[in-house]
């Protein structure tokens, strides 16, 4: 029975992942690549701060105020992570706001005018409807545009889920998986109804959430009889195979890392760098991480010299932004915000499409992004503090592309010591995600629990939920119907040019 476990990376599943060991009286030790924990989920204490004019500055966030990578919705759908936030004592009421959908900022035309979330459409609808009732035969390898485009009730262009999977997923619906959003949405379906449509934090992640995970870790170290131990700046330098188990050399030690467990919870577009000749014959899942592919979401604070009195205090879109841009206006929610900034409005925004960015510098970034705000916000020319740039070119996410399942690898390795974590890792919530990242650490944990120490205690890890059989029974029957009356709404003038 082997206890020791070295797990690399300190990101959401890692973190997950060690806080389920050390319960379990594992011997776990960390080894992060940054200064900080969180990885994609965290917060920065210093970012960069840079002034209307673009330039860097010497100015520093005050104390106890930290920059998020980007912001984070935390849909109903998330149920894992809602049972990490009680085990670790976050307070739904106290810690987090709830949201129904965005609000739609049209381009400034002399007035600030905000819409309702766009209601959808009967064709769009029945297109959704349509695909959460299909067997897994029908969509599991067709991308998203090419399921929407087969229904016989649309014409080409007449749907669109566009602006939902930039704003979310970084992806375009032409390149993401019909399989996983029919997925995504069969868990979201069930609490729709009856919960809002997401929460988000009050204050950044890296407080609210990080540091209530790492404290917990800590806790269970001190208090039971296993052990964690952190090393940060510890970047993975190589990956090799000795007697048939992975070693791990890494930047802060001489020797590489043996004769213990390996998780290995780095992004996988970090980790496919290590695959050689020796690690492939063993695993050939490292080599195969080359068919996935991730995007990057450029995400920007702005700290106004004043309240901007028109913006509102929930998530707004910036209407057919060329970027997807959407918006936040944290600093009616932060407390650290209102306090170190009182009487400032303090703007957390996300493209959602942003790889046109990728090869430019923290200037050039700032401008392409000011500048398409400005068609929606004027004020930004002349009311700002200063600009927080995130263009996290290093730190993309993983996108569900079709056909590239099967390349995503399992938990466990074909090499005895070897497990993997991180929400490109099949799990059942499949989609890339937090909530994703969060189900693959308890899975990883619970294979090693198995395998090592069978005795200790099972890991809860909560199914997603289920629309049950009656509701998918009664729609499925009803489908055929549904598309034929579709087509007669739809089709049939469009075909004959009936106004």
Not at 108 to 131: K, N
Not at 271 to 284: I, Q
Not at 438 to 467: F, M, Q, T, Y
Not at 486 to 494: G, H, Q, V
Request: hydrophobic share 40%; charged share 25%; net charge negative.
């Amino acid at each position: 029975m082997n206890r020791e476990i070295a797990i690399f990376g300190g990101g959401l599943a890692g973190m997950v992942a060690a806080l389920k060991l050390v319960q379990r009286d594992f011997n776990v030790v960390m080894y992060e690549s940054t200064d900080r924990l969180g990885g994609k989920a965290g917060s920065d204490c210093k970012p960069d701060l840079y002034d209307a004019s673009f330039n860097l500055t010497t100015d520093q966030l005050e104390d106890g105020v930290r920059s998020d990578h980007g912001y984070h919705l935390f849909p109903g759908w998330y149920v894992n992570m809602y049972h990490l936030w009680q085990e670790i004592g976050l307070d739904y009421d106290r810690d987090c706001y709830p949201g129904w959908g965005p609000k739609n900022l049209k381009p400034y035309d002399g007035q600030f005018v905000f819409l309702d979330d766009d209601p959808y459409t009967g064709r769009t609808m029945i297109t959704l409807l349509d695909l959460l009732t299909r067997p897994e035969s029908e969509v599991e390898d067709r991308s998203l545009k090419g399921f929407v485009n087969s229904r016989i009730y649309n014409s080409l262009g007449s749907v669109s889920f566009g602006r939902l999977l930039l704003n979310a997923l970084t992806v375009r619906e032409y390149e993401v998986s019909a399989r996983a959003i029919r997925n995504v949405f069969l868990q979201w379906f069930p609490v729709m109804k009856t919960k809002p449509s997401w929460v988000a934090m009050k204050g950044s992640l890296g407080r609210v959430l990080i540091d209530r995970i790492e404290a917990a870790i800590h806790d269970y170290a001190e208090t039971g009889s296993g052990s964690f131990t952190l090393h940060l700046n510890s970047s993975v330098t190589g990956l090799d195979i000795e007697n048939g188990n992975m070693t791990v050399s890494i930047n802060t030690q001489s020797e590489p890392i043996k004769d213990k467990l390996i998780l290995l919870a780095l992004p996988q577009e970090v980790l496919r760098e290590f695959d050689s000749d020796a690690v492939h014959e063993l695993e050939p899942a490292l080599g195969q991480l080359q068919y996935l592919k991730s995007n990057t979401f450029g995400a920007l604070d702005i700290v106004f010299d004043g309240v901007i009195p028109e913006l509102p205090t929930e998530h707004f879109r910036l209407l057919d932004s060329e970027y997807a841009l959407t918006a936040f206006s944290i600093d009616h929610h932060w407390p650290e915000l209102k306090e170190h900034y009182p009487g400032q409005s303090v703007l957390q925004i996300v493209a959602g499409d942003s790889s046109a960015f990728n090869k430019l510098s923290a200037a050039g970034f700032l401008q392409q992004i000011t500048r398409e705000i400005e068609k929606y916000i004027p004020a930004i020319k002349d009311r700002v503090k200063y600009y927080i740039p995130h263009q996290n070119v290093h730190a993309p996410l993983f996108v569900n592309e079709v056909g590239t399942w099967e390349y995503r690898p399992k938990n466990k390795s074909t090499i005895p010591n070897l497990y993997f974590a991180g929400d490109f890792v099949q799990q059942i919530t499949e989609v890339a995600s937090m909530e994703g990242a969060v189900r693959s650490g308890l899975d990883a944990a619970e294979c090693i629990r198995i395998r090592n120490a069978a005795n200790s205690p099972k890991i809860e890890i909560i199914p997603p939920l289920d629309p049950g059989k009656i509701w998918k029974f009664k729609y499925r029957l009803a489908m055929p119907i549904l598309r034929a009356l579709a087509w007669c709404r739809y089709r049939l003038p469009e075909y004959f040019k009936i106004p």
